[in-house]
């Protein structure tokens, strides 16, 4: 077994891509729920230098036992093409502890540019590593990473953005990912333009690896619109809200 790195830019945009779309929280399982509003789905819209490029979207599926643990079901599908540099679509189903809504396990499909790959991701919370199992080709790796706890997950972080965690202005907070750590702190609170009209929220600013500006709803910290800028441009995801199955 040997320790494992996750390559390239690629990799790192399709994890700003995700970030928007869920995390850990001290809440209970019902709020997740209460997040999709009564619908089955929550859907956000990816643009490129204000080109339409794709989409983001979540389920939630219910609860289900993990390792003898309790644990909430996610699934996002993405399908984003940004002119010739990136072509993603995958699907991912995110299991969360229901006690502490850190990850538990993540299976992951994955097409890059048409090369299709399987990535299961297994948490051990309490020995500080994360068990990779990656098939890709027809060759199947298993690998580790080592990090401190609590690990998080970058699709398990900003959808449910720390209710536990005390936002100050200026105040960078650390979180350990698998292979970096990830700063965020508030700047300011903002009025934003929405597809729903103006809505109050906490402005944020992220670091890790790469630079991305994030709006949380001040009541719900509900992710909203998050900015991230690379050199061919600007990828902006804004939230469209709950819906239900075929809308």
């Known amino acids: 077994m040997k320790f494992y790195r996750i390559p390239s830019d690629v990799r790192i945009l399709f994890f700003v891509l995700s970030f928007m779309i869920t995390g850990m929280s001290f809440a209970q399982d019902s709020e997740i729920e209460e997040r999709f509003g009564g619908k089955d789905k929550l859907r956000y819209k990816v643009s490129f230098n204000g080109i339409p490029s794709g989409y983001i979207q ?22 984003a093409k940004i002119l010739g540099f990136l072509d993603i679509t995958s699907e991912e189903v995110v299991y969360l502890a229901t006690e502490s809504f850190l990850p538990l396990k993540v299976e992951r499909d994955l097409s890059v540019f048409g090369k299709e790959e399987t990535i299961t991701e297994i948490y051990n919370q309490d020995e500080g590593y994360i068990k990779i199992v990656k098939v890709s080709d027809g060759q199947k790796n298993v690998n ?104």
Do not use: C
Request: no cysteine.
């Open 144 to 247: 580790k990473i080592e990090q401190a706890s609590p690990i998080h997950n970058v699709l398990a972080l900003i959808y449910f953005f720390p209710e536990g965690i005390d936002l100050k202005d200026e105040e960078w907070k650390v979180f350990n990912l698998p292979t970096r750590k990830l700063r965020i702190k508030m700047v300011e609170e903002r009025v934003l333009n929405t597809p729903r009209g103006k809505e109050d929220t906490y402005f944020l600013l992220g670091r890790g690896g790469k630079r991305f500006s994030l709006w949380l709803d001040k009541e719900t910290l509900l992710p909203l619109r998050l900015e991230y800028v690379f050199l061919l441009g600007k990828v902006i995801i804004i939230y469209q809200g709950p819906q239900s199955q075929g809308s």
């Open 58 to 79: 979540w389920n939630y599926l219910g609860q289900k036992k993990v390792n003898g643990k309790e644990a909430a079901i996610l699934k996002v599908t993405s399908d």
